[in-house]
């Protein structure tokens, strides 16, 4: 029994494989049970081997000897391996019995062999002993690829032959191949059984063990076939999961099975060619000349495979990239390139399933664009080009299933896209992340859980941004041209990686050469927007992951649209800021702008807007809907059918757009104006009294005071708020806005001109009395008063007859004498309409005898702040941006501003130039000014700026922090409107909003567009044929190969293990060129400051200066009570990264060693200076080896008492930083690393009042 204890029952069954019962075998009455053998009783099974035992014993005395020997000098015959077949499994005889196999009859067999036969019987038993259980070779959870997916057939195969048929494996899947190399074992078994055990050929010895091996081989194919039937079963029952995405193709790894050097060659001429931008021509070239080396190598390949692969090399970088498998796939629509509605391509048939025309139905009926042209294409098939019909504009899109089946297929990212993000370490008072705030957190589903809040499904939230820009890079001259490209970002993914190129979701790339106008990208947006629907009922349910083989349902949604203003008024269906409601966040208008008490604003609400928005979708005519986007300021968006996408709250704010590109370049150029060839205003800078209103501006100022309601006294402007207090002779013309307004409504009531109810008191006798009660809004969102006070003379002409009417009611029917009927109204022409009130405004003076308006003669006086940055001013800013030192990941400010010449700045540079740069210059040359000095005022109003910047921008955010950024910002915008004769702009009023935004997303390194701008760059860079419609398909394909290349090398486990140090130098080359900086987002996690994983060798660490092992020793002691254990040994090291930067020693990198550190965690102030060494110092704690980084710092000496009230820097403690004297103090302070806050900018000054030379330190915090 094998070793195992025999089973004495007599009623056990037991399988009987001697000479007669596998000739003639009986079938069992259990389908599973082998049909070879017999199966006895105990008693019968005896009594057949006391026969095979006599019947071997008669064979041995006829024939006189146990065995024939060997014949001369043939070898000795190897004793047979093989002892039988392992017992198996029979159906019970009674309910007491049991079944067991009793396997004899070879071993007295073997003595009749004839010697030419004994290698061929050796052979089978061989065979037989070196087959393995089926259930041994394939795992119980092995998934099997299958040539044809399950859930592509239309019902499962009842017959043995259609199961081996519909259940064949697919070779081209690595995790295939242990399986096929067993089944191909299994053939060849039988096939050698079959070849030699025929009966007539072969004695009776060799016919048997070879029938053995035949059915031992059948058996074991039946044992795979029903489990690979039971998985076929399984992944056909797919077909009853909701909207099922066959993942399978992801897993279907071809690189292992190219030889190593041949994927070496392929990996580096498509790395060349999609990353580095290489030609098709010398990447041909290249192939060419490898392939060449490969086959001039002595020994190139060991194996056939091998030599055929190197011999039979691909010379085309197309071909290459297809072989990888990095070629996106996609859906094609012809897109009309005028009104840019998508019509679906056919595949398999792309001249057909569209029109040749555009049928659109448009305001100006049907759109009849051609959407086909003739072009010659290449025909791969007959090697000659031919003559087709081809799409003229062609849209290509990435579905959010391919894009799934992408990243769920990544082993790198399986362990950040399941589980809830919010349940990630979070920090109770400050948030980090987006899934810190409470927009995300606060997220609810269908069922009023919180969305990401799933135990069986995999929930992902998106945000989405869409950007134009200029294929050529705008370098050609003339070109106005643009295409546009749909990015998505997987928020879950955590932030080191979810801006890396690979793991964005490129939706599509929107033709050219111009954009979609309004309600047009809505086209483009419906594919995306239908199957995002689905995603959020229904979900996707993914065939197989990483995580999870047997796979899983996915469902997800689209939360932030982070664009530039535009992008994002085009996207969410909001009026553009230069519309009359200009606001996405409250219903302010733009003549209210400057009012700046939020506590008066009214928000915009979801309801009202989705409202809206559907009156503008179902409108019957342009007219009708140019009126209600007049009204409300809204139109259509796609984005609207998501059930739960709220444009109220999702429509961020993008900061690199507002604070730098917009806010801070409007402060220095339009406000202060910086200009190298201007002079600098001597002693004051700004005059208010250069400022006077205009004549037209008083005559309407006072014609409103008399007889205007509140409302139109409040959109005066302030100079004119000013100059009719100073007309009245009893008002004082100091104090801010609402303080002029308060005296002048107060006034007119003295003068009885007005009711203290508010109620006008009408005099007849007056110049020009209007309605009062009523301002008509005109087509253009325009008043009647605005009409009446400030058209000009071709806007008159041009003005509609229905505007002119209302116009003509307000302003000129209220003085005509006798007063005009309704019914004498209705009869005047647009004419005469026209005639009247330009007969009224030239009355009161308002235009010309010749209909010219009277301000049109006059040229308003230029911006006297236009000379703030005049050369003085700019030579000492230059001077200081060489004396700067600064750590070298620190990028510089523009080289030299105030000079046209040298282009526009970009956001890095304006964000440099005004965080660092200007608050050193402008507080050293006007922060020791008087307090209420124009120059003291002019930099305290900026300081507030560059303060609210600075706080929104910081990678943690806090209640606090967006208090204080609150403050400041209005400060900023209060004290501006105080200072210049400006007027607030879209931008500036949005930035009162961004508080709001920041406490619902939190820091905005979650949600900023300086991903989406390098990601433009990429598409930039790509080579292109610069033919529309050709441009955009090319820019589309490497986009997503470049980012399926770099996903190749960002799994470990998907090259072969020789090329290990391939991924190594890839990484060093390509790992940071066009990626998103990771100073510009967050770390891998900012709640922990160093790695401190103990990378070292013994040999590695030297003794610690005794004195400083004192203060080591120290620390311990108060810090870690629980230590048992503080060797006088240490790793002492040269640099130290965190968060992306590198902090260095003194003696390695001057500039990266200076920081700002807390001399203990609980210090209110910081210190600065230079890192004198760095060590990784390992104790015992607890029975646990500790591993921490500790620096040694040597800082600067402090100002004294007195000297530190000198210093102008302290009084902007957030962004200028403070003055030390610049020497280093005698002390030197030990500190974990922990306590170094970040690098630091400097400057050596000599500064007024202070006899020792000082170094100003400005502290590049952003945590």
């Known amino acids: 029994m094998h070793g195992r204890e025999r089973n004495t029952n007599p009623d056990t069954l037991c399988l009987c494989e001697c000479i007669e019962c596998v000739e003639y075998p009986l079938p069992s009455q259990n389908s599973s049970i082998p049909k070879f053998g017999q199966w006895l009783t105990r008693k019968e099974l005896e009594a057949h081997r006391t026969r095979d035992r006599r019947q071997a014993l008669a064979a041995r005395a006829l024939t006189g000897t146990q065995s024939k020997r060997p014949r001369s000098g043939s070898p000795e015959p190897r004793p047979a391996k093989y002892h039988g077949r392992p017992r198996s499994a029979a159906p019970l005889a009674s309910p007491a019995g049991e079944a067991e196999v009793e396997f004899h009859g070879d071993e007295s067999n073997q003595a009749r062999i004839p010697v030419e036969f004994e290698d061929v019987y050796e052979r089978l038993g061989c065979l037989l002993a070196e087959l393995k259980d089926p ?449 996405s966040e409250c219903k302010q208008t733009l003549p209210n702008i400057n009012d700046l008490n939020h506590t008066c604003w009214t928000p915009r609400t979801w309801e009202e807007h989705r409202k809206a928005a559907k009156l503008w979708r179902d409108a019957q005519s342009i007219q009708e809907r140019k009126t209600l986007y007049s009204t409300y300021g809204l139109r259509w968006s796609e984005l609207l059918r998501l059930p739960y996408w709220d444009p109220t709250k999702y429509t961020l704010i993008d900061s690199m757009h507002a604070f730098y590109l917009r806010i801070f370049q409007h402060h220095i150029r339009n406000i202060w104006g910086m200009d190298v060839k201007m002079d600098d205003q001597e002693g004051i800078l700004f005059n208010p009294d250069a400022y006077a209103p205009t004549e037209v501006e008083m005559k309407h100022g006072h014609w409103v005071l008399r007889h205007g309601s509140e409302e139109r006294l409040t959109l005066l402007k302030k100079k004119v708020l000013r100059e009719l207090c100073k007309d009245t002779g009893v008002l004082t013309i100091d104090g801010a806005r609402n303080d002029l307004l308060s005296q002048l409504l107060q006034y007119r009531i003295d003068q009885n001109w007005w009711t203290p109810d508010r109620r006008h008191i009408r005099d007849d006798a007056s110049a020009h009395c209007i309605r009062v009660d009523k301002d008509e809004t005109l087509k253009d969102g325009t008043t009647s008063d605005d009409f009446f006070w400030h058209a000009s003379k071709s806007r008159a002409k041009s003005a509609s007859k229905d505007d002119l009417k209302k116009v003509f009611e307000c302003h000129v029917l209220p003085v005509t004498r006798p007063p005009w009927s309704q019914e004498q109204l209705s009869k005047l022409k647009k004419s005469e309409l026209l005639a009247y009130i330009q007969s009224e405004r030239q009355r009161l003076q308002i235009i010309q005898d010749d209909g010219i308006h009277i301000s049109n003669g006059a040229t308003r006086p230029r911006n006297q702040c236009a000379n703030i940055l005049g050369r003085t001013v700019l030579k000492e800013i230059r001077r200081d941006m060489q004396t700067i030192n600064r750590p070298s990941w620190q990028p510089n400010g523009p080289r030299w501003p105030g000079e046209a010449k040298f282009g526009k700045f970009t956001a890095a540079q304006w964000k440099s130039f005004c965080l660092i740069n200007l608050p050193i210059t402008l507080t050293r040359l006007w922060g020791g000014a008087a307090e209420g000095s124009i120059q003291r005022q002019c930099l305290d109003n900026f300081m507030h700026l560059v303060t609210a910047v600075k706080l929104a921008s910081m990678n943690r955010m806090n209640e606090n922090r967006v208090t204080q950024y609150e403050y400041h910002i209005r400060q900023y915008l209060s004290t501006l409107l105080e200072l210049y004769d400006t007027t607030i702009t879209p931008y500036q009023h949005l930035s009162l909003h961004f508080g709001r935004h920041l406490r619902m997303f939190g820091p905005v390194h979650a949600w900023r567009c300086f991903p989406f701008e390098r990601y433009n760059n990429v598409v930039q860079s790509f080579s292109t044929n610069n033919k529309f419609s050709d441009l955009e398909k090319t820019v589309f394909g490497k986009f997503i190969s470049a980012q399926h290349i770099r996903g190749i090398f960002a799994e470990q486990d998907k090259l072969p293990g020789d090329l290990a140090d391939l991924s190594k130098h890839f990484d060093e080359t390509y790992g940071q060129k066009r990626q998103v900086k990771i100073g510009d987002i967050l770390m891998e ?179």
């Not at 060798?1097 to 048992?1124: E, F, G, H, K």
């Not at 210190?1167 to 800082?1195: C, E, K, M, Y």
């Not at 402090?1198 to 210093?1207: I, P, S, Y």
């Open 1085 to 1263: 996690d900012p709640r922990y400051q160093v790695a401190e994983v103990h990378t070292w060798q013994p040999n590695q660490l030297t003794p610690v200066d005794p004195i400083v092992y004192r203060a080591l020793a120290q620390w311990v002691s108060q810090n870690d009570p629980a230590c048992t254990s503080c060797p006088n040994v240490a790793y002492f090291r040269h640099s130290v990264q965190r968060f992306g930067q590198v902090f260095s020693i003194c003696d390695h990198h001057r500039n990266n060693s200076q920081v700002s550190f807390q001399k203990e965690p609980s210090a209110q102030t910081w210190a600065a200076g230079h890192i004198l060494d760095l060590f990784s110092h390992t104790r015992v704690s607890n029975g646990v080896d500790v591993a921490q980084t500790f620096a040694i710092l040597s800082p600067y000496e402090e100002l004294a008492e007195e000297d530190a009230k000198l210093d102008v820097y302290r009084r902007y403690s957030v962004v200028a930083g403070r003055m030390f004297y610049n020497r280093m103090s005698a002390d030197r302070f030990l500190v974990p690393f922990s306590n170094v806050n970040c690098h630091c900018v400097s400057q050596v000054q000599r500064f007024p009042g202070i006899v020792a030379q000082c170094i100003l330190v400005q502290p590049l915090d952003q945590q």
């Open 135 to 583: 259930r041994d070779v394939v795992p119980p959870n092995l998934i099997f690829d299958f040539a044809v997916p399950p859930h592509y057939s239309s019902h499962p195969p009842t017959s043995q032959s259609q199961i081996d048929d519909v259940c064949a494996l697919d070779p081209n899947f690595h995790s295939n191949n242990v399986l096929l190399g067993y089944i191909d074992h299994l053939a060849g078994v039988r096939r050698y059984a079959l070849q030699h055990g025929r009966p007539e050929d072969v004695p009776r010895q060799v016919y048997l063990r070879g029938l053995v091996a035949r059915n031992t081989v059948d058996r074991h194919k039946d044992v795979l076939r029903e489990r690979y039937f039971q998985d076929w079963m399984r992944q056909y029952r797919f077909k009853e999961q909701l909207n099922l995405v066959n993942t399978a193709r992801r897993f279907r790894n071809q690189l292992k099975y190219l030889p190593p050097a041949v994927l070496t060659i392929y990996l580096l001429v498509a790395s060349l060619h999609l990353l580095s931008n290489t030609s098709q021509d010398d990447c041909r070239f290249i192939l060419n000349s490898l392939s060449l080396a490969m086959r001039l190598l002595p020994i190139s390949s060991s194996s056939t495979h091998g030599s055929l692969s190197i011999q039979n090399m691909l010379h085309d970088v197309d071909q290459v990239v297809r072989l990888l498998d990095i070629y996106p796939r996609f859906t094609a629509f012809a897109c009309c390139p005028k009104c840019f509605m998508i019509h679906y391509l056919n595949p398999d048939d792309v001249q057909s399933h569209y029109p040749e025309r555009c049928i659109q139905e448009t305001g100006k009926g049907v759109c009849n664009a051609r959407l086909r042209k003739t072009k010659e294409v290449l025909d791969a098939k007959r090697e000659a080009y031919i003559t087709k019909d081809v799409p003229i504009r062609e849209y290509r899109y990435q579905s959010p299933q391919e894009y799934l089946a992408y990243i769920f297929s990544r082993s790198d990212l399986k362990q950040y896209l399941y589980g809830d993000p919010c349940e990630r370490s979070r920090d109770a008072n400050d948030a980090w992340d987006i899934w810190d705030a409470s927009a995300l957190r606060d997220f609810t589903y269908i069922d009023g859980r919180r969305f990401t809040d799933s135990d069986d499904e995999c929930r992902l939230v998106f945000s989405l941004n869409m950007d134009g820009l200029n294929p050529f890079t705008n370098k050609e001259a003339g070109k106005k041209v643009s295409i546009g490209a749909i990015y998505m970002v997987c928020l879950n993914l955590p932030p080191s990686i979810r801006y890396k190129l690979e793991n964005i979701y490129l939706v599509g790339i929107i033709p050219g050469p111009r954009p979609p106008s309004l309600h047009d990208l809505n086209h483009l947006l419906n594919p995306l927007v239908d199957d995002f629907l689905l995603l959020w009922r229904q979900g996707f349910y993914l065939s197989r992951t990483c995580l999870h083989p047997h796979g899983i349902r996915v469902r997800g949604a689209i939360i932030p649209l982070i664009c530039d203003l535009p992008a994002a008024r085009h996207m969410s269906g909001f009026a553009s800021y230069s519309h009359t409601i200009f606001c």
